[in-house]
């Protein structure tokens, strides 16, 4: 059996372009439900679970051996898995400065942390992980109470925001004090975050901390809310300059996440989806220092890659420094809870130029 054959589960035959596009399409159809529809998270404690890891050795399906892809170097990746109900539709990860805590979540309402293995630099497999309902200020799931698709990281210390599309609101949490039992308190929103149209809102949640331009702001960027422009709706929340901004829309991308480099710069993870196009990931590179209110942010393509790659529904992206310097960029996809996509986590190293 190929490759490809495999990674659609397509038993003697690989399906063509039009049909995983199809599949795709349906199973995004079903992801978009409220996740009341499919499933109802309970008020349970933190609980371990197991997380099965096949190795990605090669990340272009045509010629594993390739390793340059842009300015990232693909040092490897893992087809996750579990028996878990609630594992997948993973929306966001944030990896720790030591490259292997990580703290990420699901677009139902789950915390997932755990500790990344490693065979060399290359990812192997997941330890000590474990899954629990993220948390209302009332102490029950935020799943309960309708706010659904939980979609957006961001971390500043101890303190986690957590950005919820369906309702446009953000969550405040004291994770370094409570852990997966903290509790989300919503935060003041400026009020165009309201405006933004339903499933399209808060994909993308950054912190800037301190000794970098815009200290102390909490970046929120839409997935899909569009400016008079067509541009990407933004804005900066707290912080000495709030207010909102835009970031160029261009090929009919939309965002899924983004995360700062060490020097300030600020990498957005974008995705695009269409019958006539199929699905692609891209990564751009935009300065901090353009970002401001008022401003039309852009910056340049870093990566990008289609089906012929080992892609999925890309939308979580974290970044740190490995201990020999290089700058390590994680990403994972949401697979909707189907079974026709997959969980994947992604490892690239970013040549700095």
Known sequence: MNDRTRRWRCGLACPSQRTITALIAFAWLIGAMPAAAQTSPSAASPHAIEIQAEPITGFDIRDPSRRQFGLLEFRGGLVLRSPERNFGGLSAIRVAADGAHFISLTDRGWWLRGRLLYAGTRPSGIADAEMAPILGADGRPLAARGWYDTESIAEDGGTLYVGIERVHQIVRFNYGKDGLLARGRAIALPPGVRAFPANK???????V????????????????????????????????TPGAFAIKRGSRYDV??????????????????????????????????????GALADGAVLFEADLGYEIDN???????????????????SDDNFSVVQRTLLLQFTLAEP
């Not at 809102?201 to 912190?207: C, N, P, T």
């Not at 000794?211 to 000495?240: C, H, K, Q, V, Y």
């Not at 890309?314 to 994972?332: D, F, K, N, P, Q």
């Open 201 to 207: 809102g808060i994909e993308a949640l950054v912190f």
């Open 256 to 293: 899924t996440d983004a995360a700062l480099l060490p020097g300030g710069n600020m990498l957005l993870l974008e995705r695009r989806f269409g019958w006539d196009t199929g699905l692609a990931v891209r990564i751009r590179r935009i300065a901090l220092g353009e970002i401001k209110p």
């Open 314 to 332: 890309m939308e979580g992206l974290s970044v740190h420094r490995a201990a020999g310097g290089e700058i390590v960029l994680t990403l994972v």
């Open 209 to 240: 901390p301190k000794g970098l331009p815009l200290a102390g702001t909490l970046i929120a960027i839409s997935e899909r809310g569009l400016d008079t422009a067509g541009n990407l709706s933004a804005f900066l929340i707290g912080g000495s």
